[in-house]
């Protein structure tokens, strides 16, 4: 027997309201959980003090990588079932409870082993911050699916993607200030990179449970899609339902494997877009996570240049969000993989130019990232909504929390993967490096035994590594003479003296030399113009095989986004066949 439940009297500024709560209600939860997930970025360099390295750091952060992508699917199942109020608050809590021990970590350590050796301390609070990160990737995936379920329950199809797009810029500002806040934080300590965001969190989950409620018809409301048909001029019922209780009624009740298997597993179009969602995150991550170390490494702009340019990429990804959303619902009529489409055909564009682009100009590379950010991050957002929207409200949050699977899964393509790519394309190259640099300490210190050097990797590396130090920091200064009033000109100075003073040092070491700066500043700049040639060798050497990579992703999605060109959630063909029949008649 199908169930029943009964509308009570509810004005149509009340329904509005509670939409709106609902909306705003779970951005504002969403940037908490990103308080609590981009946490440990800015508390790394503080770890690296205490003795953690950044090899450990990577594996925990891979595998958080992964178990998010694996917690949103599975997280998106349960979800489904239940009341978001409940689910999203508990999932921020506990994310901020791992974030409390993370900060707390170092005092774990010691209380442990109070009298261990520093190593043995770095390597138990790496095991501490890595167990819990390992939770946490899990418990974040407790974020998204409540939020997914909730816009579906609270909004007609019809504002999908207006209301989806609106919601995905939480993604922004969760980042961008959290970023902003441990920037100040990180002054008072590594710890505090984790507890400031947690006690934030904290209250932010308080917030959560007194905001959010279930569907409208557990509240009382008649289901949205008969709200917004009527208040939208879209149905012949122009008043709101009587003042007397009305039955409505709801959806036989089924399983959740039936669910599942109707709604997501046996449904071909989910899985295209699980697709589509690996190969734009590739996209999306290839260019976040490596994007600067390109510009700086293969078209030879200064870091701080190349930040600003990522960080373009990511602010014209907003404008690209909302846009999106619009074309979704206003231009396609609810068909969101028409706008995928357009999107990343501008991203195929954008791309191939970034890759072929042969110039140092900064303003063209902020261009370029600017746009594939732009046309990118539309794709990015409404995968998640078509795959909700196709599965109807029953299954929205597990077909959603599928896609999200796919896209984390391409961090192994982009973390590892590109990693791999690129070490392997190179070695060549820093074997001539090496040989290289030795060659020209030959030439200035007879008495310098270089196949011994050679041998010594540690020492080699550390002369290659300040020696490519002292080339950035000579580069740099000699792009600031004749404006030696600019504001970053004084800092340029600092950096290229204490890199002189260390590569001093190293040669002094390695040579026998006193260190002394008339004596050694011909070799110095000898030996760092030759490691700063070969190392300029080295990066053009993977990285086209990098962004090839991008590009054939961008054609990948572009293609696959054809594929269901036309997909729509029943409730948009419902609606269009009965228009079409109305019409009919009237014709």
């Known amino acids: 027997m199908a169930s029943k439940t009964s509308i009570r009297d509810h004005s149509d500024s009340s329904y509005e309201y509670w939409r709106w709560r609902i909306l705003i209600g779970t951005m504002i939860g969403y940037v908490f959980f990103y308080f609590v997930r981009k946490s440990i970025t800015m508390a790394m360099p503080g770890l690296e003090t205490v003795?953690?390295?950044?090899?450990?750091?990577?594996?925990?952060?891979?595998?958080?990588?992964?178990?998010?992508?694996?917690?949103?699917?599975?997280?998106?199942?349960?979800?489904?079932?239940?009341?978001?109020?409940?689910?999203?608050?508990?999932?921020?809590?506990?994310?901020?409870?791992?974030?409390?021990?993370?900060?707390?970590?170092?005092?774990?350590?010691?209380?442990?082993?109070?009298?261990?050796?520093?190593?043995?301390?770095?390597?138990?609070?790496?095991?501490?911050?890595?167990?819990?990160?390992i939770i946490n990737g899990w418990v974040q995936g407790m974020g998204f699916p409540p939020c997914a379920k909730s816009l579906m329950?609270?909004?007609?199809?019809?504002?999908?993607?207006?209301?989806?797009?609106?919601?995905?810029?939480?993604?922004?500002?969760?980042?961008?200030?959290?970023?902003?806040?441990?920037?100040?934080?990180?002054?008072?300590?590594?710890?505090?990179?984790?507890?400031?965001?947690?006690?934030?969190?904290?209250?932010?989950?308080?917030?959560?449970?007194?905001?959010?409620?279930?569907?409208?018809?557990?509240?009382?409301?008649?289901?949205?899609?008969?709200?917004?048909?009527?208040?939208?001029?879209?149905?012949?019922?122009?008043?709101?339902?009587?003042?007397?209780?009305?039955?409505?009624?709801?959806?036989?009740?089924?399983?959740?494997?039936?669910?599942?298997?109707?709604?997501v597993f046996s449904n071909w179009a989910v899985w295209v877009l699980c697709l589509a969602n690996f190969f734009v995150y590739i996209v999306r991550f290839s260019i976040l996570d490596w994007a600067p170390t390109f510009l700086s490494?293969?078209?030879?702009?200064?870091?701080?240049?190349?930040?600003?340019?990522?960080?373009?990429?990511?602010?014209?990804?907003?404008?690209?969000?909302l846009l999106s959303g619009i074309l979704m619902d206003k231009v396609f009529k609810g068909r969101g993989a028409k706008a995928c489409f357009v999107y990343m055909l501008g991203c195929v564009v954008a791309s191939f130019a970034f890759c072929k682009l042969d110039t140092e100009s900064l303003v063209l590379h902020v261009l370029l990232l600017a746009l594939i950010g732009f046309f990118i991050y539309g794709p990015q957002c409404l995968i998640g909504c078509v795959a909700s929207t196709i599965a109807t409200?029953?299954?929205?949050?597990?077909?959603?929390?599928?896609?999200?699977?796919?896209?984390?899964?391409?961090?192994?393509?982009?973390?590892?993967?590109?990693?791999?790519?690129?070490?392997?394309?190179?070695?060549?190259?820093?074997?001539?490096?090496?040989?290289?640099?030795?060659?020209?300490?030959?030439?200035?210190?007879?008495?310098?035994?270089?196949?011994?050097?050679?041998?010594?990797?540690?020492?080699?590396?550390s002369l290659v590594k300040?020696?490519?130090?002292?080339?950035?920091?000579?580069?740099?200064?000699?792009?600031?003479?004749?404006?030696?009033?600019?504001?970053?000109?004084?800092?340029?100075?600092?950096?290229?003296?204490?890199s002189t003073e260390k590569l001093n040092s190293c040669l002094s070491k390695i040579t026998g030399v006193q260190s002394d700066s008339n004596t050694l500043a011909g070799p110095a700049g000898d030996i760092a113009n030759k490691a700063g040639e070969e190392r300029a060798r080295i990066s053009q050497a993977g990285w086209p095989r990098i962004f090839g990579m991008l590009v054939f992703s961008s054609i990948a999605a572009l293609l696959l986004f054809a594929l269901i060109f036309n997909t729509a959630s029943p409730e948009v063909i419902a609606e269009e066949k009965r228009r079409a029949a109305e019409a009919s008649k009237k014709a």
């Open 393 to 461: 409200k029953k299954s929205g949050a597990a077909s959603s929390g599928l896609t999200g699977l796919f896209g984390y899964l391409a961090t192994i393509v982009t973390g590892f993967g590109v990693g791999f790519l690129v070490d392997d394309a190179t070695a060549p190259y820093k074997v001539e490096r090496d040989n290289a640099v030795v060659g020209v300490l030959a030439l200035h210190f007879n008495g310098v035994d270089t196949e011994a050097l050679l041998k010594d990797k540690d020492s080699l590396s």
């Open 466 to 498: 300040n020696a490519e130090a002292y080339y950035d920091a000579d580069r740099a200064y000699k792009n600031f003479e004749g404006d030696e009033n600019s504001a970053k000109y004084t800092k340029i100075v600092e950096a290229m003296e204490t």
């Open 297 to 321: 490494q293969a078209k030879g702009l200064d870091l701080t240049s190349a930040g600003w340019a990522t960080a373009c990429y990511e602010i014209f990804g907003v404008f690209g969000v």
């Open 153 to 263: 329950h609270w909004f007609a199809p019809r504002e999908h993607g207006v209301k989806f797009a609106t919601w995905n810029i939480s993604h922004n500002f969760g980042a961008g200030l959290l970023f902003i806040l441990n920037a100040y934080v990180v002054a008072l300590g590594w710890k505090f990179c984790f507890l400031v965001p947690a006690a934030l969190s904290i209250l932010g989950a308080i917030f959560l449970f007194l905001a959010l409620r279930d569907s409208p018809e557990k509240e009382g409301f008649e289901p949205v899609e008969s709200y917004y048909a009527r208040t939208r001029g879209e149905s012949k019922e122009e008043e709101k339902p009587s003042e007397k209780p009305v039955e409505v009624v709801e959806e036989e009740k089924t399983s959740l494997w039936q669910d599942l298997c109707k709604n």
């Open 51 to 133: 003795g953690v390295t950044k090899t450990t750091l990577g594996i925990f952060l891979t595998i958080h990588g992964v178990l998010y992508g694996v917690s949103r699917f599975i997280n998106g199942i349960w979800s489904d079932r239940v009341n978001p109020r409940y689910f999203m608050s508990i999932g921020l809590f506990l994310a901020a409870m791992t974030n409390v021990f993370c900060g707390f970590s170092q005092d774990i350590a010691s209380a442990i082993m109070p009298t261990a050796p520093d190593a043995q301390k770095a390597n138990l609070i790496a095991w501490v911050i890595g167990s819990f990160w």
